[in-house]
Each structure stands twice: as C-alpha cells, then as structure tokens.
C-alpha cells in the first residue's frame, strides 16, 4: 500500500530571468515568494502557498516554457509503478524523484510527499 496525490504546479520558464518570472507569477497568483533555502533551490522560485493547497514555483528549464504537475507520494518507486501501470513512461531520475510522461505526452514529476497534511488528504492504493 502506498499513497499519492496532486502535490504541486511547476510553471517551467525556458531561458529569460527566473526573478523576473517568479515575481510575475508571484504578483499573478496573490503568493509571496519565499526566501531561498540552499544551494540547490536556485534556478526555482518557490511560492508560498498555505499548507492545504498544491505547492506552485517557478523552475528554469532548457526546453519550451510549459506548466506540469507533481504528483507527491510516499512511496515514489511503488507510485512510479502504478503510473507505469497506466501507460506513463519513465523520462528521467532526479535526485529523489522522476520525470514521467503521460500516454498525452504531458510531462509530470513523481515526488517525495512534504505537505503536513500529505497522509490524510492523499488516495491509497493497494500494491
């Protein structure tokens, strides 16, 4: 058994000024950014959403500007399974998570769950 659920909106900006896009999604959404937290966050502008609603930031990337979804799970390798399971692909690993494709072609993360009310508000699935 494991868990999953939406966990995230990833608003990816493909070259250009990461600040300048963060402010503007920033001001766009009502979401104050939030102050980097280490060497690994740049290149993400992360929004302060409260905790009972999909985290949203703002990523640099070298492909064509898009948004896509982060599923958070608390099991990432079973999830990844099931979503195979469905007809996604596996693109890539990232440290502790994995880019995947949907049978649509659409681009999603699968990811470590972090939200404070991840296990009573995500669907349980039998392994």
Not at 89 to 117: E, I, N, S
Request: with cysteine; glycine share 8%; net charge negative.
């Amino acid at each position: 058994m494991h868990r999953s659920r939406l966990g995230g909106l990833i608003i990816d900006c493909e070259g250009g000024d990461l600040d300048v896009a963060a402010d503007f999604w920033s001001r766009a959404l009502g979401y104050p950014r939030r102050a980097s937290e280490s060497a690994e966050d740049r290149g993400y502008g992360v929004l302060d959403t409260p905790a009972d609603e999909p985290h949203i930031e703002v990523q640099r990337v070298d492909h064509p500007s898009r948004v896509h979804l982060d599923i958070e799970t608390d099991d990432v390798a079973a999830e990844v399974r099931r979503l195979e399971a469905l007809g996604a692909l596996c693109v890539k690993r990232v440290r502790d998570w994995v880019v995947m494709q949907a049978p649509t072609g659409h681009r999603f993360c699968v990811v470590p769950a972090t939200r404070a009310d991840f296990a009573c508000r995500a669907n349980v699935w039998t392994d």
